[in-house]
C-alpha cells in the first residue's frame, strides 16, 4: 500500500509542471518562441503573472526558474519578487526576504552583490535582512556585500523613518512671525497659550 501511494505522489508531482517551465509557458502566451529573445518587460510580466499565483513559501523556487531561463535578469526578478511577496503579505517577513534573497544568489552566484542592491532598493526596511542572506549565501563577497549598508545607510534611515505627512509638506515657505525668537534665548515657544514674557 505504501508503495502505491509513493507511485500517485510520484504521478502527481511529475503531472505539474516545474517553476522554470511554467515561467516559460507564461512569457510564450503571446505567441514568442524563444523567452531568450523577448523584451524584459515581457518576461517579467510573464514571471509576475506566475509568482502571483504561488504560495510566498514557494516563491524562491520561481525565482530560482526565472533566473535560470534569464540571468540577464536577476536583478529586476530578485525585486519583482519582493514586491509580490509584500503586496501577498503585507507584514512581510524577515525570513520570506532571505529565502528569495538566498535563492537568487545560489541560482546566480556571481551577481550576489547585485541581488543585495535590487532587494535593499525594493524593500529599504528590510535592509538587514537582506545583508545577513547574502552574505551567508555569498561568504566570498562578504566584504562587498557587507560595504553595502554604509552605502545605503543614510537613504534607508530617511525611507525608512519618513511618515505620511512628510510626504505632504512640501514646503510652502509661510513662517509664523510670531514663532519666530532669538536662538540664544530661553523665552520658549511664543503662541497665544504661552505669550511672550518680552
Keep these: 500500500m505504501t508503495l502505491a501511494l509513493f507511485v500517485l505522489l510520484l504521478a502527481v508531482n511529475s ?3 516545474a517553476p522554470r517551465d511554467e515561467i516559460k509557458a507564461a512569457v510564450t502566451l503571446d505567441g514568442s518562441t524563444d523567452v531568450s529573445q523577448v523584451s524584459r518587460a ?4 510573464g514571471f509576475s503573472a506566475v509568482a502571483v499565483q504561488v504560495k510566498p513559501r514557494d516563491l524562491p523556487s520561481y525565482v530560482v526558474g526565472a533566473i535560470e531561463v534569464r540571468p540577464d535578469l536577476t536583478r529586476s526578478i530578485v525585486a519583482r519578487a519582493l514586491k509580490i ?3 501577498q503579505h503585507p507584514g512581510l517577513t524577515c525570513s520570506v526576504v532571505s529565502r528569495i534573497v538566498a535563492a537568487a544568489i545560489a541560482a546566480n552566484p556571481s551577481a550576489a552583490v547585485a541581488i543585495t542592491k535590487a532587494a535593499i532598493l525594493a524593500k529599504p526596511a528590510m535592509a538587514s535582512c537582506t545583508i545577513a542572506a547574502a552574505a ?3 561568504p566570498e563577497q562578504r566584504d562587498q556585500i557587507a560595504a553595502l549598508e554604509s552605502s545605503y545607510s543614510l537613504g534607508l534611515i530617511s525611507a525608512i523613518t519618513r511618515t505620511a505627512e512628510d510626504a505632504i509638506w512640501h ?3 509661510t513662517i509664523n512671525p510670531a514663532n519666530l ?3 540664544g534665548s530661553d523665552s520658549g515657544v511664543v503662541s497665544p497659550e504661552q505669550p511672550s514674557t518680552r
Aim: charged letters at 20%; zero cysteines.
Design 42 to 45: 515581457i518576461f517579467l510580466r
Design 181 to 183: 525668537s532669538d536662538m
Design 15 to 17: 503531472l505539474r509542471a
Design 171 to 173: 514646503g510652502s515657505g
Design 85 to 87: 511577496a509584500s503586496k
Design 136 to 138: 551567508a549565501a555569498a
